[in-house]
Structures are given as structure tokens and as C-alpha cells.
Nanobody, 121 residues
Framework: QVQLVESGGGLVQPGGSLRLSCAAS????????MGWYRQAPGNQRELVAS???????NYADSVKGRFTISRDNAKNTVYLQMNSLKPEDTAVYYC???????????????WGQGTQVTVSS
């Protein structure tokens, strides 16, 4: 009943910028925390940034000062603005959301399908 659809990935040169979007749709009652994770080839999936339903944010040390996470609750969408991109940022980026579904008492965790971000000259 719930789907997270990502967009905004692509190829960018070092120092460039990209903006990722992730929109949740379906029988949503409310959304709690949202976040972005990434996974590079041969590596474990790691948390990049997270944001609570009240706007409190956290970032991985590797992206602090360069990435900004935000959300639009009216659109059930979370964004990741990525500036000053480095080759080390190359990975598949996944959005994540904790969602209360209509008719269900418990909160469930959902994942987007992933979008490729490649930083290269």
C-alpha cells in the first residue's frame, strides 16, 4: 500500500551538486523519521542523513557541511541536497521512511528502490 519513489540521481563532476527527492505515496496516516542511506560497491549500506517529523537533522561526518536533508510533510517527500560532491560520494542512494499506514496500529519502515549517484571527471 505504500511506495517510496526516488529521483534526482545522475552523473556529476567533482564539486558539483545534485538534489535527490523521495516521495511516499499510498495509504499513509503519518510519517515519522525519514532518511537517506547509501551503498557503494563492496561496502555496507550507511546512513547519510536523517530528519525527524519535527525537522531535527543528523548527518554522517563525511557529509557534514556539504549535504542538507529536508522534508515537505504536505507532499510526503524528503530531499537531499548534495553540494561539493566528491568521488567518494559515488553510491546508490536509498531513502527510508517510518510510516504509519491507514488501518494499522504499528509503524513500519519502508525503502525506496535506490538511485545511482556518480561523481567523476
Amino acid at each position: 500500500q505504500v511506495q517510496l519513489v526516488e529521483s534526482g540521481g545522475g552523473l556529476v563532476q567533482p564539486g558539483g551538486s545534485l538534489r535527490l527527492s523521495c516521495a511516499a505515496s499510498g495509504s499513509i496516516f503519518s510519517i515519522n523519521n525519514m532518511g537517506w542511506y547509501r551503498q557503494a560497491p563492496g561496502n555496507q549500506r550507511e546512513l547519510v542523513a536523517s530528519i525527524t517529523n519535527r525537522g531535527s537533522t543528523n548527518y554522517a561526518d563525511s557529509v557534514k557541511g556539504r549535504f542538507t536533508i529536508s522534508r515537505d510533510n504536505a507532499k510526503n517527500t524528503v530531499y537531499l541536497q548534495m553540494n561539493s560532491l566528491k568521488p567518494e560520494d559515488t553510491a546508490v542512494y536509498y531513502c527510508n521512511a517510518e510510516i504509519f499506514v491507514m488501518g494499522h496500529a504499528a509503524e513500519y519502515e519502508y525503502w525506496g528502490q535506490g538511485t545511482q549517484v556518480t561523481v567523476s571527471s
